[in-house]
């Protein structure tokens, strides 16, 4: 099977946990848009749920599948978020943000009781790194924000280039929040929770794409069929 068709059975496993009534949060990337993909058909044959975009592509993407949208002002608190990941290791913390759409997939998930991480196999590592950490950052004072990612990153073990997102256009990347992002390679982020602190400190920095203790359950599918990493046990 290809990566293509392991994202597809790790959304298909997520419907599992889908039950109607929902308030549910559509996650944005390419393994997120397969969950869309497989609930749009669900929705069609009368499952009666509402759902929350983290992006403004995978609002249209619902719509066009017929899937009743809201906003978190309308209602602000899910029962669930389904959403890919950059990368995630044993421990369900992850990297986010390869889309663009870190902040508001952040916001989504801390706004629901739970959040599933879909994906295959090549996002589970062993250290959290090898992925740029992307930063959503307010374009105002953007050298002088950069400068204090290299510094602080720095105090908190991690070094490495830090370049300003582009567009197809050339142009920088800005997201549907209207900020750039900077994607950090620092390699292997031996502490991920003393980075998250230290780029916490940082006024330019909007949100960064650690996203820890926010997880509840990955479905990993690959080459030996799905792997469940967190609980499963009905109270994720």
């Known amino acids: 099977m290809s990566n293509d068709a392991w994202k597809l059975a790790a959304a298909e496993r997520a419907l599992q946990y889908v039950e109607p009534g929902m308030k549910l949060g559509l996650g944005t990337?390419?393994?997120?848009?397969?969950?869309?993909?497989?609930?749009?058909?669900?929705?069609?044959?009368g499952l009666e749920l509402i759902c929350v975009a983290t992006s403004q592509a995978t609002q249209a993407h619902a719509e066009q599948l017929g899937i009743p949208m809201t906003t978190l002002d309308e209602v602000p608190f899910l029962d669930?978020?389904?959403?890919?990941?950059?990368?995630?290791?044993?421990?369900?913390?992850?990297?986010?943000?390869?889309g663009g759409a870190l902040l508001r997939e952040k916001i989504v998930a801390t706004a629901s009781g739970r959040m599933i991480v879909i994906a295959d196999e090549t996002k589970k590592v062993e250290t959290l790194g090898a992925h740029p950490l992307p930063l959503e950052v307010v374009q105002f004072g953007l050298t002088a924000t950069r400068n204090m990612v290299i510094a602080l990153a720095a105090d908190a073990g991690c070094e490495g280039e830090i370049t300003l997102r582009k567009g197809a256009d050339g142009k920088p990347f800005v997201t549907d929040?209207?900020?750039?992002?900077?994607?950090?390679a620092f390699g292997a982020?031996?502490?991920?929770?003393?980075?998250d602190e230290a780029l916490k400190l940082i006024p330019g920095v909007v949100e960064n794409g650690l996203f820890l203790g926010i997880a509840d359950l990955a479905i990993v599918a690959g080459?030996?069929?799905?792997?469940?990493?967190?609980?499963?046990?009905g109270d994720i």
């Open 177 to 184: 929040s209207g900020n750039y992002i900077l994607d950090c």
């Open 189 to 195: 982020i031996a502490e991920p929770e003393d980075l």
């Open 80 to 98: 669930l978020t389904v959403d890919g990941a950059d990368q995630l290791d044993g421990e369900l913390r992850l990297i986010k943000g390869g």
């Open 29 to 45: 990337g390419s393994t997120a848009a397969k969950f869309v993909e497989v609930l749009g058909p669900k929705v069609k044959e």
């Open 223 to 233: 080459a030996d069929g799905i792997t469940l990493v967190g609980s499963d046990d």
